[in-house]
């Protein structure tokens, strides 16, 4: 992988920057810029402040226009802030007239989505993939990225391509485009093989927004330890493990988290870490049900999945975090009957929306797992049934 700079040791100040369009709220920008501080923490940053700036179009060279990006300017000398973070892409020349103003280092919300995944690769084929989206996002901002990434040190945004690929030229680029599309192709070839030697089991894949509980629940149902946490792209490699219940056995999957604006070239340079998604038998669409934004996050995973032509497999939608749901909308004073009405209506709610394939859980608290069981069970003993009409499977 491109030789990486070293990892920074405090965190970094930033600031947020987001534009308002015509068919936007605020309080749609705002939640768009929690998620964002949410990134950025992720990738060991302290959000500071979040600016925003209403606009029909955001402006070609700067952005945000002049008279922001001069008081973002005087806002970071001030408060000596060491990043802004933009939540949208920026081109190569807007980065470049922007750094120039606020002297300070810019980044786009892929750029820092591109930080957090270098971090996080473990295996040779997230390296790789990651490597490629790196390049793929450098390739139209050579200009600006030059000036953006000079910066010694180390920090964030700064892993991935470092001084020697910085003054490399286009043509170079290309080059180790090409090169990695080659290497990333083979280990897409040891990867396609060992999928197929899995023989005849039915395959069941976690999909959701990234943070809603897959890796814990991952854990839950097949007892393993991968690794979970409460942040932002926990895990990027594919783990799949053999699970067997009441004597029927499959195969589950843990994959990488959606996220909304999620960049096109990293999309696509996991296009076979994904493809455990497209062979999938069963979705596990797993939802944080206690996320104020839940429904916005189910649309961006289905959108995501039409994308990745995944969309017509069956799809059971696990609503998780239920415990925390609870803490959040039943007070105490709140009788029993009451807080009954309000979990009847949501499950009335749902079960017509997925035509009753859903079912309410806590993978930590590991409640209601037995009914999600069954569930899986169910259908898993009916694609078998379906594929293998006379065929006795013994285990």
Not at 98 to 123: H, Q, Y
Request: charged fraction near 30%; aromatic fraction near 8%; glycine fraction near 6%.
């Amino acid at each position: 992988m491109i030789e990486q700079t070293k990892k920074i040791k405090s965190e970094e100040r930033a600031i947020l920057v987001g534009v308002i369009r015509q068919e936007q709220t605020m309080d749609q920008v705002r939640e768009y810029l929690d998620e964002l501080s949410f990134l950025a923490e992720t990738a060991g940053a302290i959000t500071v402040k979040t600016f925003t700036q209403n606009v029909q179009h955001p402006d070609s060279k700067t952005f945000v226009g002049k008279g922001k990006l001069e008081e973002i300017r005087d806002y970071c000398a001030a408060k000596k802030i060491d990043l802004v973070i933009f939540d949208d892409e920026l081109t190569g020349s807007q980065l470049l007239n922007i750094s120039e103003v606020a002297k300070t280092t810019i980044l786009d919300r892929s750029d820092l989505i591109l930080d957090i995944f270098a971090r996080r690769a473990r295996t040779a084929q997230a390296k790789v993939q990651v490597e490629l989206a790196q390049y793929q996002y450098l390739l139209p901002r050579l200009k600006g990225m030059w000036k953006h990434l000079e910066r010694q040190g180390g920090g964030i945004g700064t892993r991935g391509p470092g001084e020697t690929e910085i003054e490399t030229d286009r043509r170079i680029v290309k080059d180790k485009i090409a090169l990695l599309r080659k290497r990333l192709g083979e280990i897409d070839k040891q990867s396609f093989t060992q999928r197929k030697e899995r023989g005849e089991f039915i395959r069941v894949s976690l999909v959701g927004y990234t943070n809603v509980g897959k890796s814990t629940l991952m854990n839950t149902l097949s007892k393993s330890e991968v690794f979970a946490e409460n942040k932002l792209f926990a895990t990027l490699d594919t783990t799949t493990r053999k699970v067997v219940f009441e004597n029927t056995p499959f195969l589950l999957s843990d994959t990488v988290g959606f996220i909304r604006k999620l960049p096109h070239h990293l999309i696509e340079s996991f296009k076979s870490t994904l493809d455990e998604v497209r062979e999938a038998d069963i979705l596990l669409h797993v939802v944080d049900i206690s996320h104020h934004q839940h429904e916005d996050q189910i649309g961006t995973v289905n959108k995501t999945l039409q994308e990745l032509k995944a969309f017509d497999k069956p799809i059971l939608t696990i609503f998780n975090k239920m415990d925390l749901y609870e803490q959040k909308n039943f007070d105490d004073w709140l009788s029993d009957e009451t807080k009954q009405d309000i979990l009847n209506e949501l499950h009335e709610k749902w079960n017509n929306i997925t035509e009753g394939n859903c079912v309410f859980i806590s993978a930590l608290e590991k409640t209601n797992l037995e009914e999600l069981r069954n569930f899986i069970l169910n259908k898993v003993r009916e694609i078998y049934g379906i594929r293998y009409p006379y065929k006795t499977m013994l285990y």
